[in-house]
């Protein structure tokens, strides 16, 4: 027997890690492949494996040490015997991983299968489910319940191509519609205080399903930006004074964002449910988010691209109180093919608003504030509109969306256009 000290390996653009967990502990016998710390950089978490078969005799470093590539982390007892086979053993474990996976993919490509006969593959028990923070990680990230996954590594690991293949299985799979079932953790959170239950609403259930599926299943990038608003706002209120009315700037930006639109019609399209077709509509039915007290609810102006600016405001008031008392129609909830989620009343600046599918664009909408510019004149104070534009990627690339809020931006301050679309 002789002890030999292992050295951290090469982490690539990793270094100066730190240590957050200590995996193993004096006199354990460890296999090769057994994590004995857990480094984590600003990227991701990583297992530092023992490397070879023998008993820990030390372990050099500890939780919150800052370690390199090549410092000594354990002191460990093994034999020259062992540390050759054990080389053997991984060369070929290693081959017959690859050789598992490549059958998995293949049987995948030929036949994809079905939601029952993933359920009659070995399934985990959830104290017995073996996988590194990387991969425990990416399962929270897309809502997979490891218990679900079949292992393919070493020792019944499950590693991040069984996490691929099993999303693999659940889109391609005819049984189930593509999406991921929600899961929480069952928890009992009152022995740490009194709590109260409140049950979800039919809608509160319904919108919860809905927006998981949607952000599981599109691809979201959101641009953000600022459009300067100060002509708008000054047209409106010369608008609203000659013809004696009160419209809110919503209405206006609504229907300045429909005639640009018309030049942008990736934003208001749809992909097709064999994703290999893109719909393009030669109308604008434009969703408006409305606050209700169930919670959001997304109504529709059908044709707003025919409407002015007063007659959107109209639809937007008569929907907005149809909505709070419960009244809306089937007809007004079906259709749209954008949609705009206004925090303008209640402050904020910038958000992620989730796309309603089949849409695959959405417009949000912050509160205006102050600001002070400059100008050839000197120095000004000018009001803007913080915007944030959610795009589904597969349908719409980064350069298209830009081009959008610029132009957005420049029909905001388009005195001529906003007084042509008023009445």
Request: proline letters at 5%; charged letters at 25%.
């Amino acid at each position: 027997m002789v002890k030999k000290i292992i050295n951290i390996p090469d982490l690539g653009e990793a270094e100066d890690v730190e240590v957050i967990e200590i995996c193993a502990k004096e006199g354990d016998q460890v296999d090769s492949e057994d994590p004995i710390i857990v480094l984590e950089s600003d990227k991701a978490a990583m297992e530092i494996p023992a490397s070879v078969v023998g008993k820990v005799i030390s372990i050099e470093v500890s939780v919150g040490d800052i370690v390199s590539s090549g410092a000594p982390f354990l002191t460990i007892e093994t034999s020259d015997q062992e540390t050759q086979h054990e080389k053997k053993n991984a060369s070929e474990q290693k081959v017959e991983e690859n050789n598992i996976l490549s059958e998995k993919v293949d049987e995948l490509e030929s036949e994809p299968l079905s939601i029952n006969e993933q359920q009659n593959t070995p399934i985990l028990n959830s104290k017995n489910i073996y996988a590194g923070p990387a991969v425990r990680k990416l399962a929270r990230e897309f809502g997979i319940d490891l218990s679900l996954v079949s292992p393919s590594g070493p020792k019944m690991r499950i590693i991040k191509e069984d996490l691929h293949l099993y999303v693999k299985l659940q889109l391609s799979s005819p049984n189930k519609s593509n999406s991921f079932e929600f899961t929480q953790p069952d928890i009992d959170y009152s022995k740490w205080g009194p709590i109260k239950e409140n049950k979800l609403s039919k809608f509160q259930k319904s919108s919860l399903a809905n927006l998981h599926r949607s952000w599981i299943n599109i691809p979201h990038v959101t641009q953000h930006d600022e459009c300067d608003l100060t002509i708008l706002l000054d047209t409106r209120a010369q608008l609203c004074k000659k013809h004696k009315v009160k419209i809110s700037p919503l209405a206006f930006i609504a229907k300045i964002t429909t005639e640009i639109l018309y030049e942008f019609p990736l934003l208001n399209s749809s992909l097709d449910s064999n994703l290999e077709n893109i719909i393009l509509k030669d109308y604008v039915n434009l969703g408006i988010a409305i606050d209700t007290p169930e919670g959001l609810i997304v109504p529709n102006i059908k044709n707003a691209q025919l409407k002015s600016i007063a007659e959107i405001s109209s639809e937007i008031n008569e929907l907005a109180e149809a909505a709070k008392k419960r009244k809306l129609n089937i007809a007004d909830l079906k259709g749209a093919s954008f949609s705009i989620s206004s925090l303008g009343a209640i402050g904020g600046k910038f958000f992620t608003p989730i796309i309603n599918p089949p849409e695959v664009a959405i417009l949000g909408i912050s509160k205006s504030y102050e600001k002070v510019v400059s100008s050839k004149a000197g120095f000004e104070g000018r009001s803007f509109l913080p915007i944030s534009l959610s795009y589904d990627h597969r349908a719409i690339n980064g350069v298209y969306a830009v081009q959008f809020t610029s132009q957005l931006g420049e029909a905001l301050s388009d005195r001529k256009l906003i007084e042509k679309s008023f009445k």
